[in-house]
């Protein structure tokens, strides 16, 4: 069955560095999305994306992220300065639009 | 706003015995309704859903979920639990649609004891 992978699975990075999460959605879907879990916490939505362009994000997703298609198979999410607060476990997602999102297997950020 | 509550933080269920897993959800319309499950450092995995028509609906891994749209409740159930089901389950809503963002609960950690 096609898969949402991720990559790296840990990222550990200086306060105040840039941080680039990498993920590759199943081939034929068309809508991306990117959540989070801070740890022992609810998964909460960050921003859904399609047709090159942000659809919705929410008040989380604020002038340090931002998320970008550069090619036919990646869609990453960047954080431009990160901060303490922006540990947490990284979920991509993709979906085919009207049908459930299917999720890859995160990517633990953890800020120093 | 939409909301989801899954009351139980922690369950624990003996091997064998049947799961009822408890979500109530808020919105203003009949959303679409999933359950997802995640084992420890794993992502996060459909269980089943729920978009329409017959309000029992059957999942993955023998799992089964009722609509039930006067109680606002999706709850998930199994008639026996294996140890291998020991995870964190999540119930969540999307607006009818689907291609919007997942609001989650807070999530049900299952423990199964032998």
């Known amino acids: 069955e096609p898969e949402v992978t991720q990559t790296p699975s840990h990222q550990v990075t200086q306060m105040g560095q840039e941080v680039i999460l990498r993920c590759v959605p199943i081939s034929n879907h068309l809508y991306f999305y990117w959540y989070r879990q801070i740890l022992g916490q609810k998964v909460e939505f960050l921003v859904s994306?399609?047709?090159?362009?942000?659809?919705?994000k929410s008040e989380i997703f604020d002038d340090q992220f931002s998320v970008e298609r550069p090619d036919g198979s990646n869609f990453t999410l960047k954080i431009r300065s990160t901060k303490l607060e922006d540990s947490a476990m990284y979920f991509c997602a993709s979906s085919q639009g009207n049908q459930p999102q299917h999720f890859g297997d995160g990517t633990r950020l953890s800020i120093l | 706003a939409q909301s989801v509550t899954q009351p139980d933080i922690h369950i624990t269920v003996s091997e064998g015995a049947s799961l009822e897993l408890r979500c109530n959800y808020s919105y203003g319309a009949t959303p679409y309704l999933f359950w997802y499950v995640q084992s420890p450092g794993q992502g996060l995995q459909l269980l089943l859903k729920y978009f329409s028509g017959d309000t029992l609906v059957q999942g993955i891994k023998g799992f089964e979920a009722e609509f039930k749209r006067s109680q606002s409740s999706f709850n998930l159930r199994k008639p026996s639990v294996h140890w291998s089901d020991a995870a964190e389950y999540f119930c969540?809503?999307?607006?009818?649609?689907?291609?919007?963002?997942?609001?989650f609960g807070t999530g049900t950690r299952l423990l199964v004891s032998p």
């Open positions: 994306f399609y047709n090159n362009e942000i659809s919705e």
């Open positions: 969540a809503v999307a607006p009818q649609g689907g291609f919007q963002k997942l609001v």
